[in-house]
């Protein structure tokens, strides 16, 4: 029965990402139900638990889609961090931290590589995590691209510490010397901000953006 989720090498199949991915939602309904409790704030409708799920989800299989990809980790994605934000911009930062949070954790799973547990915190939980400080900007004018860009800056700043603390020693030989302190801000916001700038781009568009003010409409009503 184990070997049903788990492949030969180690790794999940199909059937244990799919698994993976119900546990995580229900984890995260769970999770928002329980800290709505204890808030005196309005809790979760059902509706806005189901668009939380539906976002990680949709973060989870774009992460997949990747197009590019660099040596030790770190990769241009379909907008998967997009989800996470909308998310955070919709229903605050509470919510979007905790749905990044799992996030990361699915994304340790889709590709585990453990030096140590605060490595693991960096490179996963607090980066992805950090993608819900988007919902600061929530009530402020362009308030999506600017969550967005500080939520990508936020998510490099974990990485770029994993990177000074765990990852020097696998720089390049042939990286200049001279600049070998920028190098994990290089490695790590050369994807990042790639991404980044395809994601301000879509979201530029007139037709995307009033799509997304129309979904947004229906997830807050």
């Known amino acids: 029965m184990f070997q049903f989720f788990v492949n030969a090498e180690g790794g999940l199949t199909t059937a244990g990402y799919a698994v993976t991915i119900v546990a995580a939602i229900l984890l995260t309904i769970a999770a ?85 547990f605060f490595q693991v915190c960096c490179d996963y939980l607090l980066a992805f995590a950090a993608l819900g400080l988007a919902g600061f900007f929530r009530k402020q004018k362009n308030g999506l691209v600017k969550g967005y860009l500080v939520a990508v800056i936020a998510r490099g700043a974990f990485h770029v510490l994993g990177g000074y603390l765990y990852w020097m020693d696998y720089m390049p030989d042939n990286f200049p010397k001279e600049l070998s302190v920028a190098y994990p801000f290089i490695y790590n916001y050369s994807f990042l901000l790639a991404e980044a700038l395809i994601t301000v781009i879509l979201l530029s568009i007139p037709a995307v953006k009033k799509a997304l003010v129309q979904i947004q409409q229906n997830a807050l009503s």
């Open 32 to 116: 928002i139900i329980l800290a709505g409790k204890e808030s005196t704030r309005k809790k979760l409708s059902v509706k806005q638990l189901a668009y939380c799920s539906m976002a990680l989800a949709l973060s989870f299989v774009t992460s997949y889609i990747k197009i590019f990809e660099l040596p030790f980790g770190g990769s241009v994605t379909a907008f998967s961090m997009l989800f996470i934000v909308l998310i955070a911009y919709w229903y605050g930062p509470k919510t979007g931290v905790l749905l990044g949070f799992v996030f990361g954790i699915l994304q340790f799973l889709q590709e585990p590589y453990v030096l140590s």
